[in-house]
């Protein structure tokens, strides 16, 4: 997600990590432990959630030094406890903007979605209204062939 190639993807992204953490918070799911059972035991984490919130948090840490192990723990605590897609979307925005990877002109794609639904609204909402819209931007379905 980090890298700026992949900010067109940036929703289906956000679904498949959520969907992902989803996959760890259930136990039903993922039984057999995720981490090397020989070198911590059996016992070392409490469960798969546990372990995966502390292996990405060391993860992010490892990635982005400007970051402070609270704010890197805040993040990931975040995205494991939300459950609902557009709160998860903007979580992760905010942790992008947080982390510096992306610049100004980046950020815009993250916005791209929101952007887009309100520039069609504008536009549904003028078109309603006769006369608001110029006639030479009216598409007129009767135009002549």
């Not at 609902?84 to 510096?100: C, G, P, S």
């Not at 009216?138 to 135009?143: I, P």
Request: with cysteine.
């Amino acid at each position: 997600m980090t890298d700026t190639f992949h900010t067109p993807g940036f929703k289906l992204h956000c679904k498949i990590l959520m969907h992902l953490f989803s996959l760890v918070k259930n136990d039903q799911v993922i039984k057999a432990p995720l981490w090397d059972v020989a070198a911590k035991g059996p016992t070392a984490y409490p469960n798969n959630a546990a372990f995966v919130q502390e292996f990405v948090c060391s993860l992010l840490a490892s990635s982005f030094p400007n970051m402070t192990p609270v704010q890197t723990q805040s993040a990931v605590a975040g995205m494991m406890a939300i459950e609902d897609k557009r709160a998860f979307k903007h979580h992760m925005r905010d942790f992008l903007v947080q982390t510096k990877a992306f610049g100004n002109a980046e950020t815009d794609q993250l916005y791209a979605d929101e952007t887009a639904a309100k520039i069609a609204e504008a536009q549904a909402r003028l078109q309603a209204i006769p006369g608001m819209v110029p006639p030479n931007q009216v598409n007129d379905d009767m135009a002549d062939s």
